[in-house]
C-alpha cells in the first residue's frame, strides 16, 4: 500500500468571520474629515453604540497565538494606557458634541485581566461618566481560565462586568499538552462553579476543534464534561493554521487531525450540543434557551459584529485602543496597529485611523442581505438585485445548497432551516459581493494524507 499526500481544499468559509473580511481591506491613508463625517451620519441614524476596547497586553505567548499580542509583565503600562483609551473617548465626544448612549463594551484581547481590577474599575466608572449606559447595558469580558484567579473575577464584578467569556479550548489532558496548557477537569468546574456564584448574567465558553492530538473520543468526553456544568452560551471555533510563528506553534500545526476528521469533530461536537439542549444560533454560536441574553435577543433584535454576536439590534461599533475596529455600517476603520502609533493618534488635532473605507451602494446591499443571514436566517431582495450578473452568480451557487432540511430558495427569497445554519459563514461568503467571479471560494487548504493501492 503506498502512501501518499496532496492538497486537498474544503470549500467551508470557515475563515468568514464578517463583513469585510480583513483580508480584503486595502490600505488607504485615512481622511480624518471623512471619518468625522460619517461618525456624524450614523449617529444621526442611531444614537446607541457599542464599544470594543482592545485590551493587548499578556505576560506571556499562548502557543496557538497568532494575533500579535503585546508581551510583557511590567504592569506599569496599564495607567498609561487606559488613558489613552480615555482620550480616545474624548475625542469621539468632541465630534458629536453629545454623550453617546451605550449599549453594550467588550473587553476584548489580549487578555483584559492582565490589568488590575482596579484599574478596569476606573476604566468602566470614567466611561459611564462621559456616556450614557443604557438600562441594560451589556459589560462582557473575555477570561483566560489558566491565568484568572478569584480575586480578578471578583474585582471584574464589582467593575460592573455582567458578562464572562471563558476560552477554554479542550478539556482533554493530552489535547490540553499539545497546546501548551494544563488544567484537570475538576479544577475547571472549580473555576465555572465560582464564576457562576459570583452572579454574572451570562458565561460564555469557547471550544476550539482542530487542535493537536483531538480524537472523536477527546470531543465527546469535552462535550459530556461541558454540558454537565451547563454554560449558558458555547462557541465552536474552527483552529485554522495561520503561518508558523515559531517551533512550539510549528509543532501544533504539524499535529492537528486532517481536514476531513476536523469537519467530522465540528460535527460531531454540533450534535451533541443539539442533543444537550442547546439551541443553535449560527456562525458557531450555541445558547440555552433560558439564558439571559436569549431573553434580551428575544426582546432588544440581534446584531452581528466583529467580535461576535450582540443582542442588541444596533449596528454601529466605535474601537478603542491599538488596532481596534470601528464599524459605522456603511464605513470601517482600524487604528494604528503600532503602540506608539496609536498613542500619539489618540491626542488632540492628530490622525485618528491608519486604514478607513466607505461601502458602495453595491457592497451595503450585499453587506445587508449577511447581515440578515446571520441574525434572522433569511433574506429578501428585489428583482433589480437579481438582474446583477454578480448577485444572480452568488444565487445560482446557493441553488446547489438547497434541499429539503437545508436552504430554501424561492419568489425573491432565500430561507435557512436549521441544517443551513451550520454552513452560514459559507453561505455569506458566497453573498459577499467582493468574492464575487472567485468560482472555488476555496477558503481553506491544507496537507491530506491518505492511502492508495
Same mark, same amino acid.
Given at each position: ?155 471584574? %464584578?464589582?467593575?460592573? @462586568?455582567?458578562?464572562?467569556? /471563558?476560552?477554554? =479550548? *479542550?478539556?482533554?489532558? !493530552?489535547?490540553? +499538552? ?46 459530556? %464534561?461541558?454540558?454537565? @456544568?451547563?454554560?449558558?452560551? /458555547?462557541?465552536? =471555533? *474552527?483552529?485554522?493554521? !495561520?503561518?508558523? +510563528? ?208
Amino acid at each position: 500500500m503506498k502512501i501518499f499526500a496532496q492538497k486537498f481544499t474544503r470549500i467551508t468559509g470557515a475563515n468568514y468571520a464578517s463583513f469585510p473580511e480583513i483580508s480584503s481591506w486595502k490600505n488607504k491613508n485615512s481622511n480624518g474629515e471623512t471619518w468625522k463625517s460619517q461618525l456624524s451620519k450614523a449617529y444621526e441614524r442611531d444614537k446607541n453604540f457599542s464599544i470594543y476596547i482592545h485590551l493587548p497586553f499578556c505576560e506571556s505567548l499562548c502557543p496557538l497565538c497568532s494575533f500579535g499580542p503585546l508581551i510583557t509583565r511590567d504592569h506599569s503600562v496599564e495607567v498609561h494606557y487606559l488613558e489613552n483609551i480615555l482620550n480616545e473617548v474624548d475625542k469621539y465626544i468632541a465630534y458629536l458634541n453629545e454623550k453617546p448612549i451605550i449599549n453594550e463594551i467588550y473587553l476584548g484581547g489580549g487578555t483584559p485581566h492582565f490589568f488590575s481590577g482596579w484599574n478596569i474599575n476606573n476604566l468602566i466608572n470614567r466611561l459611564s461618566r462621559k456616556t450614557i449606559f443604557s438600562p441594560d447595558v451589556s459589560l462582557r469580558c473575555e477570561v483566560n481560565p489558566y491565568s484568572i484567579n478569584p480575586e480578578k473575577l471578583k474585582a471584574l %464584578k464589582v467593575a460592573g @462586568i455582567n458578562e464572562i467569556k /471563558i476560552g477554554i =479550548q *479542550d478539556l482533554d489532558p !493530552r489535547v490540553q +499538552k499539545g497546546t501548551g496548557r494544563k488544567m484537570e477537569n475538576d479544577d475547571f468546574k472549580k473555576l465555572f462553579h465560582f464564576i457562576h456564584g459570583l452572579g454574572f448574567n451570562s458565561i460564555s465558553l469557547e471550544v476550539i476543534i482542530g487542535l493537536p492530538f483531538q480524537t472523536r473520543k477527546s470531543i465527546i468526553d469535552t462535550i459530556y %464534561k461541558i454540558r454537565e @456544568i451547563k454554560p449558558d452560551q /458555547i462557541i465552536l =471555533q *474552527d483552529f485554522i493554521a !495561520r503561518s508558523v +510563528k515559531s517551533p512550539s506553534h510549528k509543532k501544533i500545526i504539524d499535529n492537528i487531525p486532517i481536514p476531513i476528521e476536523q469537519d467530522y469533530l465540528k460535527d460531531l461536537a454540533h450534535h451533541l450540543l443539539i442533543e444537550s439542549g442547546y439551541y443553535y444560533l449560527g456562525m458557531d454560536h450555541y445558547i440555552l434557551k433560558g439564558d439571559w441574553s436569549y431573553r434580551k435577543m428575544a426582546n432588544l433584535g440581534l446584531s452581528y459584529h466583529s467580535f461576535g454576536y450582540s443582542f442588541h439590534s444596533g449596528k454601529h461599533v466605535i474601537g478603542l485602543g491599538v488596532a481596534a475596529l470601528s464599524d459605522l455600517w456603511t464605513s470601517t476603520a482600524q487604528n494604528f496597529r503600532g503602540l506608539s502609533d496609536w498613542e500619539e493618534s489618540t491626542k488632540k488635532g492628530k490622525k485618528e485611523k491608519l486604514r478607513f473605507q466607505v461601502y458602495s451602494e453595491t457592497e451595503l446591499k450585499s453587506r445587508e442581505h449577511i447581515h440578515n443571514i446571520q441574525t434572522k436566517g433569511q433574506t429578501e431582495w428585489t428583482t433589480e438585485e437579481i438582474n446583477d450578473p454578480a448577485f444572480l452568480s452568488a444565487i445560482n451557487k446557493l441553488t446547489l445548497l438547497s434541499g429539503k432540511n437545508t436552504l430554501e430558495i424561492k419568489d425573491n427569497k432565500l430561507l435557512l432551516h436549521h441544517e443551513a445554519k451550520r454552513n452560514m459563514r459559507l453561505i455569506c461568503s458566497i453573498l459577499d459581493v467582493r468574492n464575487s467571479g472567485n468560482s472555488n471560494l476555496q477558503t481553506r487548504k491544507s496537507n491530506c494524507y491518505g492511502t492508495e493501492p
